[in-house]
């Protein structure tokens, strides 16, 4: 990517914008410079960083007045039927603006990644009070994006009264979302089997709320029997959130039931959070987590690209592989490389 060029999910590359132009048209709520404001942010290119640290800069007075809702759970469990469910009837009936984070999972051999949440939600992608971006995860733990976090805070400064972030689910560790929102959504496919729902397990005790998809025609039933299930299990776990209770629920994307219960559901929490002064605790937290793992990725980075590193990685890593050098000695040995141990 060159220095003078941007390029988005969408489209070709395009002229880099000035600091002005992508403050005032992200302020301004135009959706394409947006788009183009989370390119910059999202690039890897060393020459767009301080840009892209100047518009956030810019920016960050602006964030932080959206809800920021997590939705995640197995593939095929509904989460993107969910999200457009959901924000249709936040920016139909009530008249909100929704952004969508959408990730799709990279390929471990290409690196690719398909992007194909603006096809899964047509009718959400037409709405003018509603925004999506998909982004590849790129391999990042959690099934987000590397700079989830700094598109949050570009579509709160767009004026966004919810951000969801929809994650790959194929069970990376949900810490990562759990991190960066104020409600975390869990989503069970009753029926589906523990072999395809490997996920809950280790997640189900970050979630805010659990919901059971496809509650609807001959799953009707089957959906109803899990929740009950669910939900006397629930009881037997500690919140996550302080003084909350964690419940579940179900819903149908097709029918639209149980859609607007979710929803005064999420209020309801939003309100005991911010009520409790738990929101604001929790929000702390998460900015020093923040810092804490953008200064270990950068020092990663450094770390590998240190010249006495890259001479003898190729070494080490062939003795780790052959079993004549243990992954402790390894690691001292290119920590030395680095001067990082005596």
């Known amino acids: 990517m060159s220095s003078n060029s941007d390029s988005s999910a969408d489209g070709p590359r395009q002229r880099l914008l000035s ?31 301080p840009l892209a640290a100047e518009v956030l800069e810019r920016l960050l007075p602006h964030s932080g007045g959206a809800l920021r809702v997590g939705v995640t759970g197995a593939p095929g469990v509904g989460k993107s039927c969910l999200i457009e469910a959901l924000g249709g009837h936040l920016t139909g009936e009530l008249d909100r603006r929704v952004a969508v984070l959408a990730i799709d999972p990279s390929s471990s051999v290409t ?8 096809t899964r939600m047509t009718r959400l992608s037409r709405d003018p009070r509603a925004f999506i971006r998909p982004s590849p995860s790129a391999g990042s733990l959690g099934g987000v994006a590397r ?29 990562t979302v759990r991190s960066m929102v104020d409600f975390f959504l869990l989503l069970i496919l009753a029926g589906a089997g523990d072999e395809l729902q490997g996920i809950k397990k280790g997640v189900i005790e970050l979630c805010d709320t659990l919901v059971i998809t496809k509650a609807d025609g001959d799953n009707l039933q089957q959906a109803e029997r899990a929740r009950a299930e669910y939900a006397r299990a629930l009881g037997f776990l500690a919140p996550i959130t302080e003084g909350w209770r964690v419940d579940a629920l179900t819903c149908s994307s097709r029918s639209g039931s149980g859609v607007p219960e979710l929803w005064q559901l999420i209020e309801r929490h939003e309100r005991h959070s911010r009520d409790s002064g738990f929101l604001e605790r ?59 141990e005596e």
């Open 19 to 49: 600091i002005d132009e992508y403050v005032d048209g992200v302020l301004g709520g135009d959706r394409s410079v947006l788009a183009r404001a989370i390119t910059l942010v999202e690039s890897s290119a060393g020459a767009h960083a």
């Open 111 to 118: 690196g690719g990644s398909i992007l194909g949440d603006k």
């Open 147 to 175: 700079k989830t976090r700094e598109a949050m805070l570009l579509c709160e400064a767009a004026g966004f009264d919810l951000v969801l972030v929809e994650t790959v689910g194929v069970g990376q560790s949900e810490i």
């Open 282 to 340: 929790r929000r702390r937290r998460q900015a020093l987590d923040w810092m804490r793992s953008l200064i270990a990725g950068r020092l990663e980075r450094d770390f590998y690209r240190d010249p006495q590193v890259r001479t003898l990685r190729s070494e080490v890593e062939q003795a780790l592989e052959q079993g004549r050098l243990a992954p402790s000695a390894a690691a001292l040995r290119l920590l030395r490389a680095a001067g990082l």
